[in-house]
């Protein structure tokens, strides 16, 4: 995971999460029109479900070739099976068999998966090889797999993982857009560090020098980042549910993975 620059470690102290997992709501954006329950709505049938389909498998596909590669699969199956299993979902209508009633994108994708690995893998990697459309590319895959830290959890809760930080990864750079928009990245810099927690971060004094703000300034900046930061992952998990009543159960699973 750290083959990216990334704005957000979870990998040396466990995070805090003061105001992601509390009572407010933020207004979600119509929930019938996020992704995962436009593709199961239209049951890959349009090009708006294909294509908000295959946004979401651009996103999380390296959680599926990293649970292919501690399975045991080499690099290059692994890379085959990825690319193939995508195409499978994107080309084959594989969606017509999905369950609106368990609408977890994630949870479709790693069921999907197996049974796409033990059934129909075969055939697929021939397609693939012998020139069918490769739909993904798979960045340094095997190389980001490489530099991630030894873990021994098992491949599904190591996959769980790299689903929460992928998920945290595309807020955090979400977030750090809408500061760029308004031309104030360097204050999204220098408040980063407490995005989640304050244990190894500067200070708010410290915060308030860098930035030209009082102590009380930095703290309520702070604040609102957090507060902010808690809006766009509720949208973001939304975006792989069939049900806003799942969002805050998925942010429980979420921290959960993300535990040492």
């Keep these: 995971m750290k083959s990216r620059a990334r704005l957000l470690s979870f990998d040396d102290a466990e995070p805090r999460y003061d105001d992601l997992s509390g009572d407010r709501h933020p207004r979600m954006r119509g929930f019938e029109t996020t992704r995962w329950s436009t593709v199961l709505a239209a049951s890959q049938s349009t090009g708006r479900a294909r294509e908000a389909l295959a946004t979401l498998c651009q996103t999380y596909w ?40 368990r609408g977890r994108f994630r949870s479709f994708l790693l069921a999907s998966l197996r049974h796409y690995v033990s059934n129909e893998h075969a055939h697929a990697r021939a397609d693939k090889r012998g020139g069918s459309t490769v739909l993904l590319a798979l960045h340094d895959a095997e190389g980001r797999y490489r530099r991630e830290p030894p873990d021994d959890r098992t491949p599904e809760r190591l996959l769980d993982r790299r689903w929460a930080l992928t998920v945290l990864d595309r807020v955090a750079a979400t977030l750090r857009d809408e500061f760029r928009r308004r031309g104030k990245e360097a204050v999204f810099d220098g408040l980063k560090e407490h995005l989640v927690g304050d244990a190894e971060g500067p200070s708010y004094r410290e915060i308030g020098v860098r930035l030209g703000l009082s102590e009380g300034a930095a703290r309520v900046a702070v604040y609102r980042l957090r507060r902010r930061f808690g809006e766009l992952l509720r949208n973001e998990v939304g975006e792989t549910l069939a049900s806003p009543q799942d969002i805050e159960d998925e942010i429980r699973c979420l921290i959960r993975a993300l535990a040492p």
């Excluded at 080499?74 to 068999?97: C, N, P, V, W, Y």
């Design 62 to 101: 390296y959680p599926l070739y990293a649970y292919l590669r501690r399975r045991g699969h080499t690099a290059e199956d692994a890379e085959d099976l990825t690319q193939g299993f995508f195409t499978h979902l994107l080309e084959k209508r594989a969606l017509r068999s999905a369950d609106p009633e």
